[in-house]
């Protein structure tokens, strides 16, 4: 891509620096914004701005700046939303806007947590796109003045079997794993799930989450004339130019896999040495601004920083550390080189600041000065390359109301219900192909590669509803996090697949016994251009900020992924949510497995009918038609409620939700999670399929002492949750009277032996 915007003369050697003053006296030079990714009403607009044509180093700043990865310019009307709806919340200390939501805990203490996309660059390089995508996850926390504490990764690959997911899974495996255990970060939870719609466009969201004391959340202002500016950590190479504006901003061709330059390529050490560096300033109080650099490199973090405080930059970028020699100016703006970030420094701490990257081994540059004149203005070799108002670049871009249009196929989709599909004559046999099924099947071969325990603070970890991290040794104060999605329903029905997958994050974090307190997602989608791909996308953005608002938890970031599809067929519409819950005491938290003999089950919730969009319909049939479940978050916020009080009165061994597979995966999942077998007799007059099968929403599985039976109904009915008795733990079977039975070991050997076989051991 550099070579695109690297102008030379006919004999092949440089032509003389594109400067501001070349661009004010050659105005009708023909420049390849096009290529860049900017139409011509917006290339006339930054002209408009400039009042001359832009240089080379600022085309390619706008370029990037103005790419839907980076300005949102086809989602911004919809996302204002999540601001227009959100209930009050005393806890959240930053949001939308800032590099991560922050969120207090206590007095003392906050969490910052956010999800973000690194999908096309893990399809081009699965390694290095899903490790670099770790890592950028990691510096957006560390930016909010949080120590990192956990990761999550929630993925979606092609079929299972299909020869370029044998490419890609493993690569994006071990770059999350060989990233994450670098630098020592358990990995909590996540999704891996396969469908053939993300055939040629995987989904590779990355989560992070760190603990800060509430007085030390840092800002990106870079406020203060006169204080320095100065870029920490790795030097600066080619390695992810266009990262941004044309990787994750434009469509996949057969050729996109060949955009191997454009990923950028990570060092997981010197993350670390950064992380430890930028804490030690932090403690020192020695930073007035920070900001992360990742897509968009310095072009972003020095617009973003002047135009948050209204101030401007005078910058040498001859200053900037290099790998390469030979780079040139826009080069060098555009570079998504990782492990960096950029601060605003006080003059009097700058020799503090240097001496603390010194200590730490980290290189640490002044590359220029904050000043009044609300303008950056950079020079290259002596020559102004730059001179721009940031606030057109980090604040002014395009916003565009793009057409809607409802798919075409949809009324036909939804009329095609899989609740008329012939149902099994054998459950026994059924259940055995459905827990061996790519996605219901153990996820052990992937979970196995990342370090889940690592810094001793995991509580809970995969394959649990949430993983559970312990935040305050002394009071056992903890935080439970799930992420997830269901493709399947949001194509059906965008607007309730998104609160589905809302009500499923949620639920996941309530059956540990946390609160849920705030959100983040992550929303895949197709292009913007097409009509049908921004109709879902409107569609689910207002599931969501209407989920939330019903339950009473605010958004407090995320991210934007358009042009997820190869050539013209999308992904299917994919919103993957974040549920952040607090868990006062983690020693009360429930996990989800059969713990002891002789436990009663109950099942909390109503079971209907409810088969569409289902994994028995998926894998059975292939089908995907109907409408997907009915969502309703009054029983969701009861079930927590009645969750929250069970696990302060220590009256639950274990708790799974019930999501896809519906009960009979969850009876086998929590079997075999502690290999405790369990015999239910199934409600008498209900369809044993239906209640088997069916994935109706707002459901859990509980085990219960015998001793808490009465106690457990009494709380259950005073929180006006339905309560059925399906029967108790013990033996080595799973058994359902009148149905079936299998052996554990015939179980376990079904659910986790699909993997292995597909991907080698």
């Known amino acids: 891509m550099s070579r695109r915007w690297r102008r030379r003369s006919s004999g092949g050697t440089p032509v003389s620096i594109d400067t501001v003053e070349r661009a004010e006296s050659t105005p009708d030079e023909l ?46 009307i919809h996302l204002k939303q999540f601001g227009e709806k959100a209930p009050h919340s005393d806890r959240m200390l930053a949001g939308i806007g800032e590099n991560a939501g922050v969120i207090a805990i206590n007095e003392r203490l906050a969490v910052t947590f956010k999800v973000e996309s690194h999908n096309h660059p893990s399809f081009v390089e699965p390694h290095q796109g899903a490790a670099t995508g770790v890592g950028g996850i990691v510096r957006d926390i560390l930016a909010m003045g949080a120590r990192p504490v956990a990761v999550m990764d929630p993925l979606r690959f092609g079929a299972a079997d299909h020869p370029d997911t044998k490419r890609v899974l493993p690569g994006v495996v071990g770059g999350i ?11 909590i939870g996540g999704e891996v799930v396969f469908d053939p719609s993300y055939q040629g466009n995987p989904l590779v969201n990355a989560l992070c989450v760190g603990v800060l004391p509430t007085d030390r959340l840092q800002n990106k202002a870079a406020t203060g004339p006169g204080n320095i500016v100065v870029l920490m ?26 955009r191997r330059p454009s990923v950028q390529v990570g060092d997981p050490f010197t993350e670390k040495l950064l992380i430890e560096s930028c804490l030690e300033l932090y403690e020192a109080g020695l930073i007035v601004g920070v900001q992360d650099l990742g897509g968009a490199g310095l072009t972003c973090a020095l617009t973003e920083t002047a135009a948050a405080a209204g101030t401007g930059m005078d910058i040498q ?37 240097l001496g ?278 009054a029983r969701e916020q009861a079930i927590a409620g009645l969750m929250a009080r069970a696990a302060e009165l220590q009256l ?51 085990s219960v002492s015998r001793g808490h039976r009465q106690a457990f109904e009494a709380l259950a009915a005073e929180f006006e949750v339905p309560i059925t008795a399906l029967g108790i733990t013990g033996g080595d079977r799973l058994a359902v009277k009148d149905q079936f039975e299998v052996p554990l070991d015939e179980l376990r050997e079904a659910w986790s032996g699909t993997l292995p076989k597909i991907f080698g051991t």
């Open 177 to 187: 794993g060989g990233y994450g255990n670098c630098l020592g970060l358990p990995n």
């Open 652 to 702: 639950v061994h274990s708790a799974h939700d019930l999501s896809d597979g519906g009960l009979a995966q969850a009876l086998v999942e929590s079997a075999l999670r502690k290999d405790v077998g369990v015999t239910v007799a199934l409600p008498e007059g209900a369809d044993p399929f239906v209640s088997l099968f069916s994935e109706s929403a707002g459901r859990v599985l509980v």
């Open 233 to 258: 950590g790795a030097k600066t190479g080619r390695d992810g130019i266009g990262g941004v504006s044309v990787l994750a901003s434009a469509t996949f061709d057969e050729g996109s896999e060949r």
């Open 317 to 353: 970028l001859d200053k900037v550390p290099l790998r390469e020699p030979s780079m040139e100016s826009h080069e060098v703006l555009a570079s998504e080189s990782q492990e960096r970030m950029l601060f605003i420094v006080e003059p009097s701490n700058l020799d503090a600041v």
């Open 31 to 76: 420049q390849p914004y096009a290529e860049l990714g900017l139409k011509e009403d917006e290339y006339l607009r930054i002209r408009q701005i400039l009042g001359r044509r832009p240089t080379q180093s600022e085309l390619a700043m706008y370029s990037i700046m103005w790419s839907e990865h980076c300005s949102y310019k086809s989602s911004k």
């Open 356 to 633: 603390v990257a010194t200590l730490w081994g980290v290189i640490a540059t002044p590359i220029g000065v904050v000043t009044d004149t609300g303008r950056v203005h950079i020079t290259w070799r002596g020559e102004t390359v730059v001179d721009v108002p940031p606030g057109s670049l980090a604040d002014d871009g395009p916003v565009y109301a793009r057409p809607l249009r409802e798919p075409a196929d949809l009324i036909l989709l939804q009329a095609d219900r899989a609740e008329t599909l012939p149902r099994p004559t054998d459950l026994r046999e059924t259940l055995l192909r459905m827990v061996a099924s790519p996605n219901l099947c153990d996820k052990a071969w992937v979970t196995e590669q990342y370090d889940r325990y690592v810094l001793g603070n995991t509580i809970l970890a995969q394959p649990e509803d949430s993983g559970i991290i312990r935040i305050d040794e002394e009071t056992g104060l903890g935080i439970a996090l799930s992420v997830d999605g269901n493709s399947r329903y949001t194509r059906l029905d965008p607007y309730e697949g998104a609160k589905l997958a809302l009500a499923e994050a949620y639920r996941n974090v309530a059956v540990t016994g946390a609160t849920p307190v705030a959100v983040t997602d992550c929303l895949n989608f197709g292009s913007p251009e097409d009509p049908a791909v921004m109709w879902q996308f409107a569609e689910a953005v207002r599931g969501l900020a209407d989920g939330c608002q019903e339950l009473g938890i605010p958004v407090t970031g995320g991210n934007v992924s358009f042009y997820n599809q190869t050539g013209a067929v999308a992904i299917h519409p994919t919103p993957i949510v974040g549920v952040l819950g607090v868990l006062d005491d983690v020693a009360q938290r429930i996990p989800m497995g059969f713990a002891h003999d002789n436990d009663v089950v109950f099942m909390l919730g109503d079971t209907t009918a409810e088969l569409s969009g289902s994994e028995w319909a998926w894998v059975v049939h292939g089908h995907l038609g109907g409408r997907p479940p009915h969502v309703d978050f």
